[in-house]
């Protein structure tokens, strides 16, 4: 966590075009994701979860650095680039993707924008998917430009983030369905806006296509939408973990593959194109995947943070697996985690033992997501 | 720069295997590289400076992450990645390389390691090496294996750096001669050892081979070592800028080509094989860059630290370049910076404004490095 005070590190790491703004606003503690400062602290990660699931945040995600493929064989380009279906992807749709290598490994699990037949965004996780797309690109004999444009996403999220849009944006917003996205402009500053995010809550991201206009963006949010609740905040481990959100490096990476996750779903196997990984993967659906990521709750008093490292999960002595995101959820009132288990021993109900720095516990093995509005919990 | 006591966000950044002695030797500030922490802080830069300079120092450089690039056409395919001529390329030795895509950009700036016939380390600056390289391999016909192996360096730079090498390994290491390797054995820790670094002084890399030894290689090293003088450290700003040593996504970026940088010397146009980038460096060399990087001597007070963000740089009231990266160097006690200016303006000798957040300064253009232990500054 970057100290707001001692930035000490020179110009290797970017600012986000809404640094300055979110240091006025509160934030106290920085990370690093994709070669750029994200603020992670506004100082109780407690009260920023009550503040999305109550109220609505708005939260610098710069970091959601944008890989733009265009030109003639752009679609033709995007399509080899994922696992998932896009023969039916309109433009102004957005569809939540995996990047897979060619042994199906996950590079990245952005969410990709559709601006026009021949026009995409791939709005990244952390790992340098522009390199990744470059590098296929140069043997691949078509005609695209593969670059990063001067894009910076921040997220709007919460139950009010519809008052805050239809405050900013007028009625005409409130039909942008899940997942689909729009041109708009606010006061001559020009976006893209999605309802899109990563909180499993109502909400938006807002595209800004001019970094030079950030602190004006954030402002002009922010007056707008805190007299209706809206709090300055940062994406909530929290929330995320509740709903089973991804978190790449820490619940996936290059040697996962998408069937440990359950993510089935983003993966046909079908279609004519022939996107990269589609023999390993189709190898690895054959097989059955050797691991699986299920939901753990873990015993005992609440987990003072998340975990910092990956603890080793046991059954019967043996070490099965690895807790790969843990933390306490204050609203369901359990230690919540994720965890990637051996194929065997990932059966629902089971009891495990996890090893953490401060001393073994009990846990039980549950569905995911742990909260999900139309869902009850999964455990008792 | 994290504070130890509150690594509060996951596992979603990975930690090196010295990560905990290097906490236990007082590294008190981390950043981020690679997805990975590194410790740049262990309480006063300056006298890490000094230590660096005047005796020897341990640093965790784990972030450097390595690409193992192995199989039949290995050779062939890590020439296609950059546009240093490899024909000649011995096995035992490195190579300091860029990695340019096909517009002639730098996407990373490595030391290259060849291990075997067809068996090569790239060993990383902060960019995601392997997803361009896995990218580029998959249209390429060629038959390799690309993946990063558990390897782990540190750095052992310094004048008395060679002293705790013969206390670790005996007289046969002081033979190893400047960018060549050796496969070398600490109380049966496999290791690599490198005559190489970040300092521009005498100095040695070494590659851990089981990232379960960090601890003990580490404390193994310190205790010969510190009787010779050996401190625990960080990577030195001030000597790196110094030496006018890079730091990628500073000094150089994806649209920073390596004429732009004066490394005429790392492209080789007039080899047979066809490495990405030929054609594009080609017609730069042929047009002459549009942008030259330069030193620069700045006027006034020390300044508190490095810059944090890219300075303006202009002359006659009109923007020409930016600072990339500016720090006080207690030992020439001048405030020295690396600055990317037009062409036209990069003239020997001339006077420019800098544009700090402190106000503007007066700075005079100058020849880089600003130290070589073989030449003396190249201001009065």
């Given amino acids: 966590m970057t100290q707001i005070q001692d930035f000490g590190f020179g110009t290797q790491i970017r600012k986000s075009p809404y640094f300055d703004a979110t240091v006025r606003w509160g934030a106290t503690g920085f990370s690093v994701y994709n070669h750029m400062y994200i603020p992670r602290d506004f ?48 433009v102004g749709q957005c569809k939540y993707v995996l990047i897979t290598n060619a042994q199906g490994g996950i590079l990245n699990d952005p969410v990709l924008l559709r601006l026009a037949e021949n026009h995409f965004w791939i709005s990244l996780a952390d790992s340098d998917i522009l390199l990744w797309a470059q590098g296929v690109a140069v043997n691949s004999g078509m005609d695209v430009t593969i670059r990063e444009p001067d894009v910076s996403p921040l997220q709007l999220q919460g139950p009010k983030s519809g008052a805050v849009m239809r405050a900013l944006f007028g009625d005409a917003i409130m039909d942008l369905r899940y997942y689909w996205l729009r041109r708009v402009d606010l006061n001559g500053i020009p976006l893209i806006v999605s309802r899109t995010g990563w909180s499993s809550e109502l909400g938006y991201e807002l595209y800004l296509q001019d970094g030079s206009r950030g602190d004006a963006l954030w402002e002009r949010i922010m007056a707008a939408g805190a007299p209706l609740g809206l709090k300055a905040g940062h994406t909530s481990s929290i929330r995320r973990i509740e709903g089973a959100m991804l978190s790449y490096h820490a619940d996936a990476d290059i040697d996962t ?119 009850t919990i999964a455990v008792a």
């Fill in 43 to 90: 100082g109780d990660p407690v009260q920023n979860f009550w503040n999305l699931i109550n109220d609505a945040i708005l939260c610098d995600v710069a970091v959601e650095r944008q890989v733009e493929i265009t030109g003639p064989d752009a679609a033709r380009f995007v399509q080899m680039l994922t696992p998932r279906d896009l023969s039916k992807m309109a």
């Fill in 257 to 375: 593959n998408p069937y440990e996750l359950g993510l089935d779903r983003l993966v046909d196997l079908d279609i004519e194109a022939d996107f990269i990984g589609k023999d390993a993967l189709r190898r690895i659906k054959a097989d059955g995947p050797a691991r699986r990521q299920v939901g753990l709750v873990i015993d005992g008093a609440p987990l003072k943070g998340p975990n910092t490292t990956f603890w080793p999960v046991t059954r019967d002595g043996q070490v099965v697996g690895k807790v790969t995101s843990a933390i306490h959820s204050p609203r369901l009132d359990r230690n919540i985690a994720l965890a990637m288990l051996s194929a065997g021993s990932a059966q629902m109900g089971a009891q495990v033992q996890v090893r953490t720095p401060d001393g073994t516990r009990s846990a039980t093995i549950v569905e995911r997501p742990f909260h999900d509005p139309k869902k």
